[in-house]
């Protein structure tokens, strides 16, 4: 009833304001400003809609809920996926950012980022594509060295070229908007408001981009299920920490100390120690996940077994009685000084 009536008073705005909307008798031109900023308002709106699905899906189970007796009845009788789900309500956000998000804002980020490199040359009302592309050939090479040396640098992976084309965008609209201010504005500031907008828009997204394509994530848990505990956390991305315990966290060492409220947050004081490396000599034996490796050469460990792995182990496919005795858990080293203290905090 709420849409419905959010509906109706939408179209009665609408029709009452109708006869004051502009109308022109010729269609606008390709190669205009008005027209590239109607195509990104576009994308925004579509990047907008996409958000707000994916976050509003726990709010439409409350729709559903009245009608999960007639999709049970339609997936029994048709056997449909869709229909189970929808019968289930508790549709929910893909913990799978790449899948869930990615997928659909980086191209339209790449729309939209790359449409405010060319804007600011074009004119309003007027076709002025001619001449646009030497315009910006500098700055079209200059954004084609930087993302070729960033890529070298980061070592992107064929899979991330949707990434690399965001951060080509991003380097051409800095570029080419800086380029416009000395190159159309003659040094004008007091007009290079919008340049200097898309300047700051396209660098800050440059700098997500990158920090979160090149993130390391440091904590692994070895203890136990976490899945178990909820399904949401995983041994591979999340750590089990007990109070008073001092555990390996890539290059520190973690000791979760004490919980204390303040105001309407519970902080939780984590210490983090500097690490003291081991070192392993040749033919040593350790266990790791339940396997048996020797060294083969002597050496200091790294953050993790797997950096070492290839270089400095061998894998034991059958150990004798006194290689299973004398075998250690491996470990990269022990605590060292303190280093710094962090306090985590959830709201209550």
Known sequence: CTLGLLLVMALAVLRGHLKNLPRTDTESPIWTREFWMFVGGMLMFASAVHISFQTSLPVFNHFLE?????????????????????????????????????????????????ITAFTQYLRYKSNSGAGLFLKLLRSLLTASVLTAIVSWTYGFEAWEAPRVALLFACLWSAGANADYIFQGLKGQWDHAGASIAHIGFALVI??????????????????????????????????????????????????????????IHAKFAVEYFETLPASYATGQVVSNEGFLFQCTEDHTASPRFTEDLEDHWTFVPIPNERQKTQSKPWSAGKPGPYAFTLEPRIQL
């Open 66 to 114: 009245p009608f999960s007796g007639w999709f049970e009845r339609l997936h029994q009788s048709t056997g449909s996926d869709l229909a189970r789900k929808l019968a289930a309500h508790d549709l929910a956000p893909g913990t799978d950012f790449d899948a869930t998000y990615h997928a659909i804002q980086v191209p339209l980020a790449f729309l939209f980022i790359s």
């Open 206 to 263: 440059f700098g997500s981009v990158l920090s979160n394509a090149k993130k390391d994530i440091i904590s692994q848990n070895r203890f136990g299920d976490l899945a178990m505990l909820n399904e949401s956390l995983s041994n591979e991305e999340d750590l089990l920490l007990l109070q008073g315990d001092t555990v390996a966290l890539g290059p520190y060492y973690v000791c979760y100390q004490e919980r204390r409220q303040d105001g």
